[in-house]
């Protein structure tokens, strides 16, 4: 006999008449569909347990794919065998296992729901289709009858809550319905902020932590173990695009970048399309670590295509909702070694372990569904170990699984389950007191409790768990979740484990939110170190990064530093100058200090200099000693003897005065090197000056009475010479008084260093120095090259004039040069050219001279008898 619902439900639908239409359209559509094939046959609950108040749920516990019909990821209640893709999700019965170990513990508990015998649930099996989820729901409301709304086929209705919705969108399929009867609904899945409008779904709660920090982890972890260029696969709804949009934005914090990203259809009739579509993609693709983002529903696509290949070299990251070990092939694992999976941290349940070592068919006899997962499990058990699949080994225990049909450790949802059921519980709990105290409950009387009353007890519920943790089904109350980082292994003997290796705490202080156990990473049998992630290999130190033109910033290019720069660390954007007393190693990642040079006496160009120097001094000095003994004779007397002394002894000075040049600068070298050599460079050119001007007078005045005899006098010589000095003195004495040289540091013309050297203070006041000096080179060579035709015996104005050529070619090839050297170079070359002019002047002068009086006296005294005649006629 039917039962009419409540006249108050009734006026609540009213208004939803069309969509209920629709609705049944769309389900008479479905059970046409449904009678052709024979894998929807049957529709009642895989499990039941009676009890005074009901808790219905659905749980994904097997699949069935439809090919002719929708495609692959259909789930089945209890499907038919003829159905060819029939599988088992084994390891999904847990969750079953966490419904009936809760219900009988609030059973066995007296302080819980005192005023009910028992609490009971029914277990349907949920689906991937909209279609199916909706039949089932509304089947669930109406009975195990027809399908009517408004109506249920119960005797009395004892069902108060729902537990279901695996992922968002059974969610909200399922919810869609509930809604309008305005049924609890208790979602299990993972978080989705789409279901917190209540304004849409007023009847939903959900019962997971957030895990709006779960790319925050992955972030952490990519990280950790630097890895910037990874592929993601995610799924195509809300849930999808929010994560992308957060991964997306923390990434460009830590250049780290997508390569590409895939989006799983949620859809069931677009897997079998797809798959053959992106995973060849993914596959081929360099990229070597992989993100993967979605619920157990849309990742089925890769669960079922997953490729077959032996090893992939691919790093995956993940979390729970994919669970690897869940796969349809066993030997595939090799693909999967080394992935890295973000579940939900939670407490271990007391006696929720030894409730599972102690559960078979033998236990629970009036259970088909235990059966049925026992044998299933256990005859696959026998397939991968070779041996005769024909038993069920009724006595068998669920630790004797391996990983691919049973996990020991409680998941996630099943912990998600454990405490929906005990929220539901004491939500009636609360409900009933209140009810006792307005109108006790009489012997014999049992609660009839209405779904749409325990919504205020359900909005407020907050308790802690036997585990110690705190539980909410207020979305404000629901805390952020703290994950356990798993690695899965799958060994050589074919065995497989979750490891341990680390976690992410949200909240945490950043640097402590993430512990990651290197020592217990396992990589790769050939692949001992941390994969590598990158588009672009990591810039060492001595590079830097530039980006590539229209590329990630990821992927960028290693050009050396430029010179005089550094980078100490990897990846770095730009280099950094050295301070101006060090410079770079060849390398360039590391600064030296420069070292301190200068032409030191020491080394063996300023040893050599010096020789040079004191050689041909002691050489002059030589030389004037000659023209001192030999001082009588015509040779020496023939230009003024006096003229002939000074110009030895300037030039001595000027040999001697380059070793002012040599050694380190000092205050005192500095002003004196520049100075003393202008001064002594010039005494020995204006000595030079005065003898040619001498020559040619000697000549003029060869004619009896000639009024030019009063400037061959010795006075006229000294005051040329004192005159052109004085000149020179004056110059130098107006330099050193407005700018004069400074001893200065010199870091920059040679890139590793420090040149200690003379500032000349004016530019100016050195160049005129030495025009001067020039100036009075070229009127000695004008002057000596117009005496060139003079009689031989008595002519040096030509020894004057090729000194004289001697002397300016070098300083004008020494201009040139000067400015185009930096450092002790300049010096050298300076002092090359004081040496060259000097022993230059020496040699063409003086060396002809000291032939004749040494080595050809007899020329002498002819000269001496010719130059006796020359004075005479002069005298007349």
Same mark, same amino acid.
């Given at each position: 006999?039917?039962?009419?619902?409540?006249?108050?439900?009734?006026?609540?639908?009213?208004?939803?008449?069309?969509?209920?239409?629709?609705?049944?359209?769309?389900? &008479?559509?479905?059970?046409?569909?449904?009678?052709?094939?024979?894998?929807?046959?049957?529709?009642?609950?895989?499990?039941? =347990?009676?009890?005074?108040?009901?808790?219905?749920?659905?749980?994904?516990?097997?699949?069935?794919?439809?090919?002719?019909?929708?495609?692959? @990821?259909?789930?089945?209640?209890?499907?038919?065998?003829?159905?060819?893709?029939?599988?088992?999700?084994?390891?999904?019965?847990?969750?079953?296992?966490?419904?009936?170990?809760?219900?009988?513990?609030?059973?066995?508990?007296?302080?819980?729901?005192?005023?009910?015998?028992?609490?009971?649930?029914?277990?349907?099996?949920?689906?991937?289709?909209?279609?199916?989820?909706?039949?089932?729901?509304?089947?669930?409301?109406?009975?195990?009858?027809?399908?009517?709304?408004?109506?249920?086929?119960? @005797?009395?209705?004892?069902?108060?809550?729902?537990?279901?919705?695996?992922?968002?969108?059974?969610?909200?399929?399922?919810?869609?319905?509930?809604?309008?009867?305005?049924?609890?609904?208790?979602?299990?899945?993972?978080?989705?902020?789409?279901?917190?409008?209540?304004?849409?779904?007023?009847?939903?709660?959900?019962?997971?932590?957030?895990?709006?920090?779960?790319?925050?982890?992955?972030?952490?972890?990519?990280?950790?173990?630097?890895?910037?260029?990874?592929?993601?696969?995610?799924?195509?709804?809300?849930?999808?695009?929010?994560?992308?949009?957060?991964?997306?934005?923390?990434?460009?914090?830590?250049?780290?970048?997508?390569?590409?990203?895939?989006?799983?259809?949620?859809?069931?009739?677009?897997?079998?399309?797809?798959?053959?579509?992106?995973?060849?993609?993914?596959?081929?693709?360099?990229?070597?670590?992989?993100?993967?983002?979605?619920?157990?529903?849309?990742?089925?696509?890769?669960?079922?295509?997953?490729?077959?290949?032996?090893?992939?070299?691919?790093?995956?990251?993940?979390?729970?909702?994919?669970?690897?070990?869940?796969?349809?092939?066993?030997?595939?694992?090799?693909?999967?070694?080394?992935?890295?999976?973000?579940?939900?941290?939670?407490?271990?349940?007391?006696?929720?372990?030894?409730?599972? =070592?102690?559960?078979?068919?033998?236990?629970?006899?009036?259970?088909?569904?235990?059966?049925?997962?026992?044998?299933?499990?256990?005859?696959?058990?026998?397939?991968?170990?070779?041996?005769?699949?024909?038993?069920?080994?009724?006595?068998?225990?669920?630790?004797?699984?391996?990983?691919?049909?049973?996990?020991?450790?409680?998941?996630?949802?099943?912990?998600?389950?454990?405490?929906?059921?005990?929220?539901?519980?004491?939500?009636?709990?609360?409900?009933?007191?209140?009810?006792?105290?307005?109108?006790?409950? =009489?012997?014999?009387?049992?609660?009839?409790?209405?779904?749409?009353?325990?919504?205020?007890?359900?909005?407020?519920?907050?308790?802690?768990?036997?585990?110690?943790?705190?539980?909410?089904?207020?979305?404000?109350?629901?805390?952020?979740?703290?994950?356990?980082?798993?690695?899965?292994?799958?060994?050589?003997?074919?065995?497989?484990?979750?490891? %341990?290796?680390?976690?992410?705490?949200?909240?945490?202080?950043?640097?402590?939110?993430?512990?990651?156990?290197?020592?217990?990473?396992?990589?790769?049998?050939?692949?001992?170190?941390?994969?590598?992630?990158?588009?672009?290999?990591?810039?060492?130190? @001595?590079?830097?990064?530039?980006?590539?033109?229209?590329?990630?910033?990821?992927?960028?290019?290693?050009?050396?530093?430029?010179?005089?720069?550094?980078?100490?660390?990897?990846?770095?954007?730009?280099?950094? %100058?050295?301070?101006?007393?060090?410079?770079?190693? %060849?390398?360039?990642?590391?600064?030296?200090?420069?070292?301190?040079?200068?032409?030191?006496?020491?080394?063996?160009?300023?040893?050599?200099?010096?020789?040079?120097?004191?050689?041909?001094?002691?050489?002059?000095?030589?030389?004037?000693?000659?023209?001192?003994?030999?001082?009588?004779?015509?040779?020496? %007397?023939?230009?003024?003897?006096?003229?002939?002394?000074?110009?030895?002894?300037?030039?001595?000075?000027?040999?001697?005065?380059?070793?002012?040049?040599?050694?380190?600068?000092?205050?005192?070298?500095?002003?004196?090197?520049?100075?003393?050599?202008?001064?002594?460079?010039?005494?020995?050119?204006?000595?030079?000056?005065?003898?040619?001007?001498?020559?040619?007078?000697?000549?003029?005045?060869?004619?009896?009475?000639?009024?030019?005899?009063?400037?061959?006098?010795? =006075?006229?010589?000294?005051?040329?010479?004192?005159?052109?000095?004085?000149?020179?003195?004056?110059?130098?004495?107006?330099?050193?008084?407005?700018?004069?040289?400074?001893?200065?540091?010199?870091?920059?013309?040679?890139?590793?260093?420090?040149?200690?050297?003379?500032?000349?203070?004016?530019?100016?006041?050195?160049?005129?120095?030495?025009?001067?000096?020039?100036?009075?080179?070229?009127?000695?060579?004008?002057?000596?090259?117009?005496?060139?035709?003079?009689?031989?015996?008595?002519?040096?104005?030509?020894?004057?004039?090729?000194?004289?050529?001697?002397?300016?070619?070098?300083?004008?090839?020494?201009?040139?040069?000067?400015?185009?050297?930096?450092?002790?170079?300049?010096?050298?070359?300076?002092?090359? &050219?004081?040496?060259?002019?000097?022993?230059?002047?020496?040699?063409?002068?003086?060396?002809?001279?000291?032939?004749?009086?040494?080595?050809?006296?007899?020329?002498?005294?002819?000269?001496?008898?010719?130059?006796?005649?020359?004075? @005479?006629?002069?005298?007349?």
């Amino acid at each position: 006999m039917f039962t009419v619902m409540p006249p108050r439900f009734q006026r609540q639908i009213s208004h939803m008449i069309p969509v209920l239409l629709l609705m049944l359209l769309q389900l &008479s559509l479905s059970v046409h569909k449904t009678e052709k094939a024979t894998c929807f046959l049957k529709n009642s609950p895989s499990l039941s =347990r009676d009890g005074e108040l009901i808790i219905g749920s659905f749980f994904p516990m097997h699949s069935v794919q439809v090919r002719n019909v929708t495609g692959a @990821g259909l789930f089945q209640s209890d499907p038919d065998k003829s159905c060819g893709d029939y599988k088992w999700l084994h390891k999904n019965y847990q969750q079953v296992l966490a419904l009936l170990f809760a219900v009988e513990e609030i059973n066995r508990d007296p302080n819980l729901l005192p005023n009910i015998s028992s609490l009971g649930f029914h277990v349907y099996n949920a689906y991937h289709s909209g279609e199916r989820t909706l039949e089932s729901s509304l089947r669930w409301l109406s009975g195990l009858g027809q399908l009517i709304p408004n109506y249920s086929c119960y @005797g009395q209705d004892k069902s108060v809550a729902i537990i279901g919705g695996a992922t968002s969108a059974l969610s909200i399929q399922m919810g869609t319905l509930l809604e309008l009867y305005k049924f609890p609904q208790i979602s299990y899945g993972p978080f989705d902020s789409t279901l917190s409008d209540k304004a849409q779904f007023s009847s939903l709660y959900q019962m997971a932590h957030k895990d709006s920090s779960l790319h925050r982890g992955m972030i952490r972890l990519m990280v950790h173990f630097e890895w910037t260029w990874v592929g993601l696969v995610t799924t195509d709804d809300m849930r999808g695009e929010e994560f992308l949009w957060n991964l997306r934005k923390d990434m460009i914090k830590y250049d780290i970048c997508l390569a590409y990203t895939e989006k799983l259809p949620v859809s069931e009739r677009r897997h079998t399309e797809s798959q053959d579509q992106f995973m060849p993609r993914i596959m081929q693709s360099p990229v070597r670590v992989i993100i993967v983002h979605g619920d157990t529903d849309s990742l089925m696509i890769l669960r079922y295509s997953q490729p077959v290949f032996l090893f992939l070299w691919k790093v995956w990251i993940t979390t729970s909702h994919w669970d690897i070990p869940m796969r349809p092939q066993w030997n595939d694992g090799y693909s999967f070694h080394g992935a890295l999976s973000f579940s939900q941290m939670t407490k271990e349940i007391p006696g929720f372990k030894s409730f599972l =070592r102690i559960v078979n068919p033998s236990t629970y006899p009036e259970d088909p569904l235990l059966k049925e997962f026992w044998c299933s499990a256990f005859k696959g058990l026998k397939k991968l170990k070779n041996e005769e699949p024909n038993e069920c080994s009724p006595n068998g225990s669920l630790e004797t699984l391996p990983l691919q049909f049973f996990d020991m450790a409680m998941s996630d949802m099943s912990y998600t389950i454990y405490n929906a059921v005990h929220a539901v519980a004491r939500a009636l709990h609360e409900m009933l007191l209140v009810t006792s105290e307005k109108e006790p409950i =009489r012997h014999g009387e049992t609660l009839e409790a209405q779904p749409w009353q325990l919504h205020n007890f359900l909005k407020s519920i907050h308790f802690n768990n036997s585990a110690g943790d705190h539980v909410f089904l207020d979305d404000k109350g629901n805390s952020e979740a703290h994950y356990n980082i798993f690695e899965y292994l799958f060994f050589l003997n074919d065995t497989e484990n979750m490891v %341990k290796v680390g976690q992410f705490i949200p909240n945490a202080p950043y640097g402590q939110d993430l512990t990651i156990r290197n020592e217990a990473m396992v990589w790769g049998w050939f692949e001992p170190k941390v994969p590598q992630a990158v588009c672009s290999d990591s810039c060492g130190p @001595g590079f830097r990064k530039t980006p590539r033109e229209g590329e990630p910033v990821c992927c960028f290019d290693c050009p050396l530093c430029p010179e005089g720069e550094i980078s100490k660390q990897i990846n770095m954007k730009h280099c950094v %100058k050295c301070p101006e007393d060090e410079y770079p190693n %060849k390398e360039r990642n590391h600064c030296l200090p420069k070292a301190i040079t200068f032409l030191d006496i020491k080394e063996p160009l300023g040893m050599s200099l010096a020789s040079v120097a004191l050689f041909f001094s002691v050489l002059t000095v030589l030389i004037l000693g000659v023209f001192v003994k030999f001082r009588d004779t015509s040779v020496v %007397k023939a230009n003024n003897r006096a003229l002939s002394y000074t110009l030895l002894i300037s030039l001595t000075l000027c040999f001697l005065c380059s070793l002012l040049f040599i050694g380190r600068p000092t205050a005192a070298t500095c002003l004196l090197r520049q100075t003393i050599f202008g001064v002594v460079f010039t005494l020995a050119v204006s000595s030079i000056l005065a003898k040619t001007i001498l020559v040619v007078l000697a000549f003029k005045v060869t004619k009896p009475g000639s009024r030019i005899k009063v400037w061959l006098q010795p =006075r006229v010589s000294n005051c040329i010479v004192v005159l052109c000095s004085g000149i020179q003195v004056i110059l130098c004495g107006i330099w050193l008084g407005i700018s004069p040289p400074f001893p200065d540091t010199d870091i920059h013309s040679e890139p590793n260093q420090i040149i200690v050297e003379c500032n000349e203070g004016s530019v100016f006041g050195f160049y005129s120095v030495l025009g001067y000096i020039g100036l009075l080179a070229l009127a000695s060579f004008i002057v000596a090259y117009l005496a060139r035709s003079l009689p031989d015996t008595f002519n040096e104005a030509r020894f004057i004039t090729f000194s004289m050529l001697v002397f300016c070619s070098v300083w004008v090839s020494f201009l040139p040069t000067y400015q185009s050297t930096k450092g002790k170079a300049m010096v050298v070359v300076e002092i090359f &050219s004081i040496l060259a002019s000097s022993a230059g002047l020496l040699g063409c002068i003086f060396i002809p001279k000291c032939y004749v009086i040494l080595l050809r006296p007899h020329n002498a005294r002819v000269r001496s008898i010719c130059l006796e005649k020359l004075k @005479g006629l002069a005298n007349e």
